[in-house]
């Protein structure tokens, strides 16, 4: 079955503890993405990967780190989580650059809480 | 500044009417616009797309229709379903080789279909 997995689905922890949210994908997309969604704020994108060891930015990059050292696997780091942080996280893939507009499949998400 | 809006937080329709679902834009290098659906517990899903070339985009009970002159687009849903019962992201992109395909949401509109 073709899907996006996240790890784990919960979690609480404590500011400053290093943290680390998986994400991988079995479709052989070239695109990743990870997203937060905040109540009122809707879903924004903190980093994406065009392909393995290209990443960048998204809108809301600050304290999160990603690595993309194999295709299907995009983890988000959180080095010093803070409380700000806490937030529901989506990971998304999707086919690269022949494929810009084709649909972003997304995980089923991740609730974090940090305390 | 919020490129995408949904300015309905919530819309209420009874069994078998239309619902009409909202979305406007100010970026005007937007050239691809996608709704996505989204149940609790679980990630978004991809519902319909329209490119900015076309002015309406069908899909058995979900239409798209795209105003780009007013910068406005609307998702309608015939006859809606208590199954469809969810929050509605507008997401936009462009322009094409320009954006990578990132995708900008609204702040969602939450759908209640009573029976």
């Known amino acids: 079955e073709a899907q996006v997995t996240q790890n784990p689905r919960y979690l609480i922890t404590v500011t400053g503890k290093k943290l680390t949210v998986t994400c991988s994908q079995n479709?052989?997309?070239?695109?990743m993405s990870w997203y937060r969604q905040d109540p009122g704020l809707g879903l924004r994108q903190i980093y994406y990967s065009m392909n393995v060891e290209v990443t960048d930015k998204g809108d809301v990059p600050e304290g999160y780190k990603v690595s993309r050292k194999e295709k299907r696997n995009f983890p988000l780091i959180l080095e010093s989580p803070s409380p700000n942080q806490t937030s529901l996280y989506f990971c998304a893939s999707r086919t690269g650059t022949s494929g810009y507009y084709n649909e972003q499949f997304f995980g089923p998400g991740t609730r974090l809480t940090v305390l | 500044d919020q490129q995408v809006k949904q300015n309905s937080p919530s819309l209420s329709v009874q069994e078998g009417r239309i619902s009409i679902l909202n979305c406007d834009y100010t970026?005007?290098?937007?050239?691809?616009f996608l709704w996505y659906k989204k149940y609790p517990a679980e990630g978004p899903t991809f519902l319909i797309s329209?490119?900015?070339?076309?002015d309406k985009n069908e899909d058995g009970r979900f239409t798209v229709f795209l105003n780009k002159s007013a910068k406005h687009l609307s998702l309608h849903i015939v006859p809606s379903q208590p199954g469809d019962s969810a929050v509605y992201f507008c997401?936009?992109?462009?322009?094409?080789?320009?954006?990578?395909?990132?995708?900008?949401f609204g702040k969602g509109t939450k759908l209640s279909v009573k029976p």
């Open positions: 970026n005007s290098m937007f050239d691809y």
């Open positions: 329209i490119s900015s070339i076309k």
């Open positions: 997401a936009a992109t462009g322009p094409y080789g320009g954006s990578q395909g990132n995708l900008i």
């Open positions: 479709m052989n997309h070239e695109y």
